[in-house]
């Protein structure tokens, strides 16, 4: 199969698309048991065909073949690290880091777990390291859900039978099938750059240009009381939480680029639009697409009035998302590439509490992986905010050449300074 579903937008950036790897430090909140959580994750490498996935490269094109499931252990997915008298959980964790990016970069499973054991749950760390090829947030929310499944029965002493899943596949082919039988349009021509505003025209003169190592990363993190406080201000504005801070990004983009548009990058899952022939409730796999969404900015507005000014301009690109897919993103050969922005912003939040999944938060080690030397970045300046359990973190990266350009550091003050006044009241 010939791989664009999702990532397309990764394989123009990336330099080396092999190390494209990316994961996370989880601290659950009950201790994990090594035997019960090793017959989970053999559960979902035996369900998923994408994460058993092999890639060949052809002349430029990644092609995409799916193992069988006795052709790959589900062991080699999962390995624990026992607690190392006199060794931190820093130095732990890079060891755990460094044992899994020591075997060749594209050997499936291309998702690996390694559990740092400890006797208390505070002190064990679950490390996941995955190839976004394969794996991206919804897929990795998913994933959660079942590896709690398969964790609770084998705790139970009533391991689930195995069961596969091929709506990835599945899921290909009907992207496939729709785009053939999609009429014959005519691509419009990309905007010249001077007829862009500001943040547009210098995002689009930056993009690709920019290596991943020298970006800047600016990070707020709200814990679980500030975070509910977020929630009360944004549904007291009658908005959604990832609306309330689409309207605080754009409220510090208005101190660059007073009035106009700007195009944001928004990705967009299959879960949320359209009407698939495919079941997509259990969909794994990067299938998570690149939505460019155009929306106003106007010097003078709040945050609120931001966000309710480009809800509808969001619902609006929403409404075409499915076609966007089908004509982007099919895999068929031929098929246009898509005129995407150069500016991000994201929101990812991971499944609601309940007594069926295992609780983690995120752990306050930051998990270090090399990057190629000249992976470029994606986008030169972009917006993420992603919820773990109870807490909020959200990530901007800037290229350096932006900031120079645009004074952005001045912005993202004024960003966090209204995301921390909103976490504390309600004006």
């Known amino acids: 199969m010939r791989l664009l579903l999702g990532q397309l937008y990764d394989q123009r950036t990336a330099a080396q698309l092999e190390s494209f790897y990316v994961g996370e430090v989880l601290i659950p909140q009950e201790r994990l048991n090594p035997l019960y959580l090793r017959e989970a994750v053999c559960f979902i490498l035996h369900k998923y065909p994408v994460l058993r996935a092999s890639f060949t490269r052809n002349e430029g094109e990644w092609n995409m073949h799916f193992l069988a499931p006795d052709q790959l252990p589900g062991e080699v997915a999962f390995s624990v690290l026992d607690e190392a008298a006199g060794l931190s959980i820093d130095a732990r964790l890079q060891a755990g880091i460094d044992a899994l990016l020591a075997s060749p970069s594209m050997t499936p499973p291309l998702i690996r777990y390694v559990l740092l054991d400890a006797e208390q749950a505070e002190r064990q760390r679950l490390l996941v390291i995955f190839h976004h090829l394969v794996c991206d947030g919804i897929?990795?929310?998913?994933?959660?859900?079942?590896?709690?499944?398969?964790?609770?029965?084998?705790a139970q002493g009533e391991p689930l039978p195995t069961e596969t899943c091929d709506s990835y596949p599945a899921f290909a082919q009907e992207l496939a099938e729709r785009y053939r039988a999609l009429p014959a349009a005519t691509q419009p021509s990309p905007e010249p750059l001077a007829a862009l505003g500001t943040l547009d025209r210098v995002a689009h003169e930056l993009s690709g240009k920019t290596l991943a190592s020298t970006q800047t990363c600016h990070c707020?993190?709200?814990?679980?009381?500030?975070?509910?406080?977020?929630?009360?201000?944004?549904?007291?504005?009658?908005?959604?939480?990832?609306?309330?801070l689409l309207g605080c990004w754009l409220h510090a983009l208005s101190s660059v680029q007073a009035q106009g548009s700007v195009d944001l990058m928004m990705w967009v899952s299959p879960h949320f639009i359209g009407d698939w022939h495919t079941p997509v409730a259990e969909l794994v796999g990067s299938v998570s697409f690149p939505l460019p969404v155009r929306v106003n900015l106007q010097a003078g507005e709040g945050p609120r009035e931001a966000a309710h000014a480009a809800v509808a301009q969001?619902?609006?690109?929403?409404?075409?998302?499915?076609?966007?897919?089908?004509?982007?993103f099919s895999g068929v050969p031929g098929a246009p590439v898509p005129p995407l922005a150069a500016i991000g912003f994201n929101f990812i939040s991971s499944p609601r509490p309940n007594a069926n999944l295992i609780g983690y938060q995120l752990a306050?080690?930051?998990?270090?992986?090399?990057?190629?030397?000249?992976?470029?970045?994606?986008?030169?300046?972009?917006?993420?905010?992603e919820i773990h359990a109870h807490t909020l973190r959200i990530t901007v990266l800037v290229s350096p050449q932006m900031t120079h350009r645009l004074a952005l550091d001045a912005v993202i003050d004024r960003l966090f300074g209204h995301v921390q006044s909103m976490a504390t009241t309600c004006n």
């Open 139 to 154: 897929s990795s929310r998913i994933l959660w859900r079942d590896i709690s499944r398969a964790y609770r029965a084998a």
């Open 220 to 244: 707020l993190h709200l814990q679980a009381a500030e975070l509910q406080a977020l929630r009360a201000c944004a549904a007291a504005w009658q908005l959604s939480l990832s609306d309330c």
């Open 364 to 385: 306050p080690e930051p998990l270090r992986l090399a990057s190629a030397e000249q992976q470029m970045a994606h986008l030169p300046l972009s917006f993420e905010a």
């Open 314 to 328: 969001v619902q609006q690109a929403m409404a075409s998302a499915q076609d966007f897919a089908i004509r982007h």
